[in-house]
């Protein structure tokens, strides 16, 4: 059946460095990949999006790149800071109205 | 910024009893849905609904799950008989457009079963 795996589940860096959380979608027919950042007892926040006839989405420190041959969408962030820590979680649709989670990264940020 | 209003935050319950989960999309959304999410876990889709019916369902959403919108601005989960195993923080989301489209979520309704 449909899955979307991610990796890793937790991360940590230091603050400014960069951080990169991979996903990797099952079908084929997926044509729209979310990130949602959840912060504790909050709800999920869209921060970016792509579609499957882009390869390249970036807005400001937060990049997502997509790669349809091999099923694999990645988010990047740059100058990582306090607030990047959170839950972030990936998705894919395939046009239906169903979304298909991750299983989610912790990321934390150390100052 | 228009956003999606769930009440009540935290509801627990009898096992055995039903609940109703209540939700105001945002106002000229017209899909809506509700995700589930147990502790520490991903969050899972439910069910989509559409036109005054429901578009796609998961596994999950059995016939102990049914939804409604009882009126232009509420869209309700209920639960019939609640098991120890539904509890869990329950989202409702919409969408303007539909599939394939951004989803916007509430804060949840947090459901605890004893």
């Known amino acids: 059946g449909e899955n979307v795996e991610q990796h890793p589940s937790t991360l940590s860096v230091q603050e400014g460095d960069s951080a990169v959380i991979k996903c990797t979608y099952s079908?084929?027919?997926?044509?729209?990949f979310p990130w949602y950042k959840q912060e504790l007892g909050k709800r999920p926040q869209l921060i970016i999006d792509?579609?499957?006839?882009?390869g390249e989405k970036k807005d400001q420190r937060i990049a997502v790149t997509l790669n349809k041959t091999a099923k694999h969408f990645s988010l990047h962030i740059t100058e990582t800071q306090p607030e990047d820590s959170a839950v972030y979680f990936c998705?894919?649709?395939?046009?239906?109205?169903?979304?298909?989670f991750g299983t989610g990264t912790r990321l934390k940020v150390l100052a | 910024e228009p956003e999606v209003t769930q009440t009540p935050s935290h509801q627990v319950t009898q096992m055995g009893q039903e609940v109703i989960l209540r939700c105001v999309p945002i106002?000229?959304?017209?899909?809506f849905y509700w995700y589930r999410q147990i502790l520490g876990q991903k969050v899972e889709f439910l069910v989509s609904?559409?036109?005054?019916?429901?578009?796609?369902k998961s596994e999950i959403f059995d016939d102990q799950f049914s939804v409604e919108r009882p009126d232009g601005s509420n869209f309700t989960l209920k639960i019939r008989s609640t098991k120890l195993e539904d509890s869990a923080m329950y989202f409702c989301?919409?969408?303007?457009?539909?599939?394939?489209?951004?989803?916007?979520f509430g804060s949840g309704t947090q459901l605890s079963v004893l």
């Open positions: 989301a919409s969408s303007g457009q539909g599939a394939g489209e951004k989803l916007f």
């Open positions: 079908d084929s027919a997926s044509n729209y």
């Open positions: 792509i579609r499957s006839n882009v």
């Open positions: 998705a894919a649709s395939t046009g239906t109205y169903k979304y298909i």
């Open positions: 106002s000229n959304h017209l899909y």
């Open positions: 609904f559409y036109n005054n019916e429901i578009s796609e």
